[in-house]
């Protein structure tokens, strides 16, 4: 059964950082793209970005591009999420997700608001 735990969410202040983990299990997570998702009560989800399964090519929304860095480690079985110089309209559930099976993670929060 693949599963995803996403970590690290948070309130953080305009300008701030922070750093989602995602933790992949029951599935070959080295093989798989994954993605990261945002979304905001009333609003469809927005893909934020996506990497490869050899972490080696990486794409971006315009709306977080030179912000966020997507990064994996596939011996941790783990995609990350960098963030940085956040804005308020950052704030959203954060969801990781595999294409490959079409499977979420419960979604962390994160709140940017001073």
């Not at 596939?74 to 490959?100: G, R």
Request: hydrophobic residues 30%.
């Amino acid at each position: 059964q693949e599963q995803l735990v996403e970590s690290g969410g948070g309130l953080v202040q305009p300008g701030g950082s922070l750093k989602l983990s995602c933790e992949a299990s029951g599935f070959a997570f080295n093989k798989y793209a994954m993605r990261w998702y945002r979304q905001t009560p009333g609003k469809a989800r927005e893909s934020v970005a996506t990497i490869i399964s050899t972490g080696t090519s990486t794409s971006y929304a315009d709306s977080v591009k030179g912000r966020f860095t997507i990064s994996r480690d596939n011996a941790k079985n783990t995609v990350y999420l960098e963030m940085n110089s956040l804005k308020p309209e950052d704030t959203a559930v954060y969801y990781c997700y595999v294409p490959q099976y079409a499977t979420w993670g419960q979604g962390t929060q994160v709140t940017v608001s001073s």
